[in-house]
């Protein structure tokens, strides 16, 4: 069953320094989501992309954050400046359709931590 | 603006009773769909339905039912005879004509042998 798949499973990282976390969604899902959800709450919508631009934003996903999908099979979150709030799940999701019209399917997650 | 709420923070039984987490959405789209998720300890996020805002027949698939009120904008999920292996955090969440969809706080269901 196609799945989508995340790298790393596990990030440390010194507050300060840039991150990249890597995500490969379904290969015939057009529609792709960040959503991040910090240890013990609730999972909280960062972005979502769909031809090849951001669609929509939540207020969470500041200058400091970038997605983009440099080869056509890879979709990136970069986190320019970690903070020590930033420590959290990453997850990475993709749909054929919408999110008001199909599922989203997520992959397993990255966990970040800022030191 | 859209929001999902899950009152129930954690909820304890014993294996074999029903159990039912409540979730209430505020929206104003007119078409919407609702989802609830499962987190196991393991922590993947795994898909257990999506019903729209015009289909408000109830579900059922095996010992999981939902029952979708528009009346209430309660979008209620039912497990009967749980089990240990449903201990899991229950999200409910909510997908409107925006392409984001937005998650409740989540429910941590622990069912106890």
């Known amino acids: 069953e196609p799945e989508v798949t995340q790298t790393p499973s596990h990030q440390v990282t010194q507050m300060g320094q840039e991150v990249i976390l890597r995500c490969v969604p379904i290969?015939?899902?057009?529609?792709f989501y960040w959503y991040r959800q910090i240890l013990g709450q609730k999972v909280e919508f960062l972005v979502s992309?769909?031809?090849?631009?951001?669609?929509?934003k939540s207020e969470i996903f500041d200058d400091q954050f970038s997605v983009e999908r440099p080869d056509g099979s890879n979709f990136t979150l970069k986190i320019r400046s970690t903070k020590l709030e930033d420590s959290a799940m990453y997850f990475c999701?993709?749909?054929?359709?919408?999110?008001?019209?199909?599922?989203?399917?997520f992959g397993e997650g990255s966990r970040l931590t800022v030191l | 603006a859209q929001k999902v709420t899950q009152a129930q923070t954690e909820i304890s039984v014993v294996e074999k009773e029903d159990v039912t987490l409540d979730c209430v959405y505020e929206?104003?789209?007119?078409?919407?769909?609702l989802f609830w998720y499962k987190q196991p300890p393991s922590g993947e996020l795994v898909f257990l339905i999506r019903?729209?805002?015009?289909?408000?027949q109830n579900e059922i698939s095996g010992r999981y039912s939902w029952n979708f009120q528009k009346s209430t904008s309660s979008f209620n999920f039912t497990i009967t005879a749980s089990q240990v292996v449903d201990s899991a955090v229950y999200f409910c969440?909510?997908?409107?004509?925006?392409?984001?969809?937005?998650f409740g706080a989540g429910t941590r269901l622990t069912v106890k042998p």
């Open positions: 290969s015939n899902h057009l529609y």
């Open positions: 999701a993709s749909s054929e359709f919408r999110a008001n019209t199909g599922e989203l399917f």
């Open positions: 969440a909510l997908s409107g004509q925006n392409n984001d969809m937005r």
């Open positions: 019903r729209n805002s015009f289909d408000e």
């Open positions: 992309f769909y031809n090849n631009e951001i669609s929509e």
């Open positions: 929206t104003r789209d007119t078409t919407y769909y």
